[in-house]
């Protein structure tokens, strides 16, 4: 069993910062790629950004420059430092990673139960 538990989100004045975390846990050989997506009501989920294992980056053009992502490989854990917020930021945030268990060969993904990033003043 593996499980991604997140926190850290909540409600921010425009312009504010808030940091998200994503812990991964359980039967874990190893993790590939981990990754922050989004999603408001009626919309698809999209990438917001993700890190590959060796801490290569990639970000949506909508949050380039003022969102982070890092992560702690021997926490198996994943990090999103969100600056210069705005209301359009607004939605559920969703933790992913390509996990590797033991009783297995291949990566597979899994995902956080998200967390809900509200700007509003």
């Known amino acids: 069993q593996v499980q991604l538990v997140e926190s850290g989100g909540g409600l921010v004045q425009p312009g504010g910062s808030l940091k998200l975390s994503c812990a991964a846990s359980g039967s874990i050989r190893s993790i590939n790629a981990m990754g922050w997506y989004r999603q408001t009501p009626g919309k698809q989920r999209e990438l917001v950004a993700d890190i590959t294992s060796g801490g290569s980056t990639n970000y949506a053009d909508s949050v380039k420059g003022r969102f982070t992502i890092s992560r702690d490989n021997a926490k198996n854990t994943v990090y999103l430092q969100m600056n210069s917020l705005k209301s359009e930021d607004t939605a559920v945030y969703f933790c992913?990673?390509?996990?590797?268990?033991?009783?297995?060969?291949?990566?597979?993904?899994?995902w956080g139960q998200g967390t809900q990033v509200t700007v509003s003043s």
């Open positions: 992913n990673a390509a996990v590797r268990r033991y009783t297995s060969s291949n990566y597979y993904p899994y």
